[in-house]
Protein backbone atom coordinates (compact mmCIF):
# COMPACT_ATOMS: atom_id res chain seq x y z
CA UNK A 1 0.00 0.00 0.00
CA UNK A 2 1.46 3.31 -1.05
CA UNK A 3 1.07 6.61 1.09
CA UNK A 4 1.38 10.03 0.41
CA UNK A 5 1.50 13.73 2.51
CA UNK A 6 0.78 16.97 0.39
CA UNK A 7 3.60 19.95 1.62
CA UNK A 8 3.83 22.99 0.22
CA UNK A 9 6.68 23.53 -1.82
CA UNK A 10 9.07 26.13 -0.82
CA UNK A 11 9.01 27.38 -4.67
CA UNK A 12 5.48 27.69 -4.61
CA UNK A 13 3.92 29.23 -7.45
CA UNK A 14 0.66 30.79 -6.19
CA UNK A 15 -2.71 30.76 -8.48
CA UNK A 16 -2.76 29.16 -11.63
CA UNK A 17 -5.25 28.00 -14.11
CA UNK A 18 -4.12 24.62 -15.36
CA UNK A 19 -4.57 23.96 -19.50
CA UNK A 20 -6.23 19.85 -20.39
CA UNK A 21 -5.15 19.90 -24.24
CA UNK A 22 -6.36 17.09 -25.87
CA UNK A 23 -3.20 15.49 -27.31
CA UNK A 24 -0.59 14.33 -25.60
CA UNK A 25 2.88 16.90 -24.93
CA UNK A 26 5.61 15.08 -23.88
CA UNK A 27 6.55 17.58 -21.23
CA UNK A 28 5.01 17.74 -17.61
CA UNK A 29 5.78 21.49 -16.23
CA UNK A 30 5.66 24.76 -17.17
CA UNK A 31 6.56 26.69 -20.26
CA UNK A 32 7.50 29.97 -21.21
CA UNK A 33 5.44 29.84 -24.24
CA UNK A 34 5.09 33.31 -26.48
CA UNK A 35 2.04 34.35 -27.83
CA UNK A 36 2.76 33.13 -30.91
CA UNK A 37 2.42 29.68 -29.57
CA UNK A 38 -0.27 30.12 -27.36
CA UNK A 39 -3.09 32.81 -26.66
CA UNK A 40 -6.60 31.58 -25.61
CA UNK A 41 -9.28 34.48 -26.57
CA UNK A 42 -13.00 34.96 -26.14
CA UNK A 43 -15.48 35.29 -28.71
CA UNK A 44 -18.57 38.12 -29.25
CA UNK A 45 -20.52 34.79 -28.17
CA UNK A 46 -18.66 34.10 -24.98
CA UNK A 47 -16.75 31.15 -26.16
CA UNK A 48 -12.96 30.86 -25.43
CA UNK A 49 -10.56 29.47 -28.08
CA UNK A 50 -7.23 28.97 -29.03
CA UNK A 51 -5.32 27.02 -31.48
CA UNK A 52 -2.14 24.55 -30.91
CA UNK A 53 0.33 23.78 -33.65
CA UNK A 54 -2.05 25.07 -36.44
CA UNK A 55 -5.63 23.31 -34.94
CA UNK A 56 -8.65 25.33 -33.46
CA UNK A 57 -9.52 23.97 -29.47
CA UNK A 58 -12.11 25.20 -27.93
CA UNK A 59 -12.05 25.53 -24.05
CA UNK A 60 -14.61 24.81 -20.85
CA UNK A 61 -13.83 26.47 -17.57
CA UNK A 62 -14.20 23.95 -14.97
CA UNK A 63 -14.48 25.65 -11.25
CA UNK A 64 -13.58 24.07 -8.36
CA UNK A 65 -16.43 23.10 -6.55
CA UNK A 66 -17.29 24.36 -2.99
CA UNK A 67 -15.78 22.79 -0.24
CA UNK A 68 -12.27 21.20 -2.41
CA UNK A 69 -9.24 22.55 -3.54
CA UNK A 70 -7.38 22.71 -6.82
CA UNK A 71 -3.69 21.89 -6.51
CA UNK A 72 -0.81 21.07 -8.33
CA UNK A 73 1.58 18.20 -7.06
CA UNK A 74 5.01 17.21 -7.99
CA UNK A 75 6.10 13.81 -7.01
CA UNK A 76 9.72 13.67 -4.80
CA UNK A 77 12.07 11.27 -3.39
CA UNK A 78 11.51 12.38 -0.31
CA UNK A 79 10.12 10.44 2.77
CA UNK A 80 7.95 11.56 5.56
CA UNK A 81 10.30 11.56 8.97
CA UNK A 82 9.09 9.02 11.05
CA UNK A 83 8.03 10.10 14.58
CA UNK A 84 10.22 8.55 17.47
CA UNK A 85 7.80 6.68 19.77
CA UNK A 86 8.94 4.68 23.25
CA UNK A 87 6.86 1.92 23.36
CA UNK A 88 6.66 -1.49 23.89
CA UNK A 89 5.18 -2.31 20.57
CA UNK A 90 7.74 -0.25 18.68
CA UNK A 91 8.83 -3.10 17.31
CA UNK A 92 5.90 -5.32 16.35
CA UNK A 93 4.66 -2.19 14.62
CA UNK A 94 7.68 -1.73 12.55
CA UNK A 95 7.34 -4.77 10.57
CA UNK A 96 3.59 -2.99 9.45
CA UNK A 97 5.08 0.12 8.74
CA UNK A 98 4.51 1.99 5.18
CA UNK A 99 7.21 4.53 3.84
CA UNK A 100 5.01 7.80 3.60
CA UNK A 101 6.23 9.46 0.39
CA UNK A 102 5.44 13.16 0.19
CA UNK A 103 4.18 15.35 -2.34
CA UNK A 104 4.93 18.66 -3.21
CA UNK A 105 2.29 21.40 -3.73
CA UNK A 106 3.48 23.70 -6.39
CA UNK A 107 0.53 25.89 -6.88
CA UNK A 108 -3.02 26.24 -6.37
CA UNK A 109 -6.54 26.59 -8.73
CA UNK A 110 -9.92 27.64 -8.74
CA UNK A 111 -10.85 27.05 -12.52
CA UNK A 112 -9.48 24.64 -14.90
CA UNK A 113 -9.34 24.89 -18.78
CA UNK A 114 -10.95 22.20 -20.73
CA UNK A 115 -9.33 22.55 -24.38
CA UNK A 116 -11.29 19.88 -26.75
CA UNK A 117 -11.00 19.61 -31.06
CA UNK A 118 -13.12 21.77 -32.83
CA UNK A 119 -15.64 21.39 -30.18
CA UNK A 120 -16.35 22.14 -26.53
CA UNK A 121 -15.49 19.42 -24.28
CA UNK A 122 -19.12 17.89 -22.85
CA UNK A 123 -19.28 15.57 -19.82
CA UNK A 124 -20.31 12.64 -21.71
CA UNK A 125 -17.19 12.51 -23.42
CA UNK A 126 -14.21 14.01 -21.63
CA UNK A 127 -13.24 12.28 -18.61
CA UNK A 128 -11.82 15.68 -16.81
CA UNK A 129 -15.41 17.28 -17.46
CA UNK A 130 -16.96 14.21 -16.47
CA UNK A 131 -14.83 14.17 -12.87
CA UNK A 132 -15.38 17.66 -12.17
CA UNK A 133 -18.96 17.83 -12.94
CA UNK A 134 -20.50 14.23 -12.26
CA UNK A 135 -18.35 12.30 -10.31
CA UNK A 136 -17.70 14.71 -7.24
CA UNK A 137 -21.25 15.09 -7.13
CA UNK A 138 -21.78 11.17 -6.95
CA UNK A 139 -19.17 10.81 -4.25
CA UNK A 140 -20.67 13.50 -2.08
CA UNK A 141 -23.95 11.60 -2.33
CA UNK A 142 -22.34 8.12 -1.27
CA UNK A 143 -20.48 9.78 1.62
CA UNK A 144 -23.55 11.76 2.74
CA UNK A 145 -25.71 8.69 3.49
CA UNK A 146 -23.99 7.94 6.41
CA UNK A 147 -25.17 11.20 7.52
CA UNK A 148 -28.49 10.57 6.41
CA UNK A 149 -28.79 7.25 8.23
CA UNK A 150 -27.88 8.82 11.38
CA UNK A 151 -30.73 11.39 11.13
CA UNK A 152 -33.19 8.69 10.36
CA UNK A 153 -31.93 6.69 13.43
CA UNK A 154 -32.38 9.91 15.35
CA UNK A 155 -35.96 10.23 14.18
CA UNK A 156 -37.01 6.83 14.92
CA UNK A 157 -35.76 6.41 18.53
Not at 10 to 25: A, D, I, M, Q, S
Not at 32 to 48: F, H, L, M, V
Not at 59 to 79: H, M, N
Request: proline content about 5%; aromatic content about 6%; charged content about 30%.
Amino acid sequence: MKMHAIQKSKLHKGKCTPNVLPCRVHHNGPVNASKRYWEPRSTSDGKTIAYFRGRKLHGKQLKVPKGYRGIVLASTDKILPKESHSSSTEHEDAENEVDIKLLEEQAEFDEIMVWGHEMVPDKTTDPYVRGMEEWLTFAEQIHDAGELEKDITKRTV
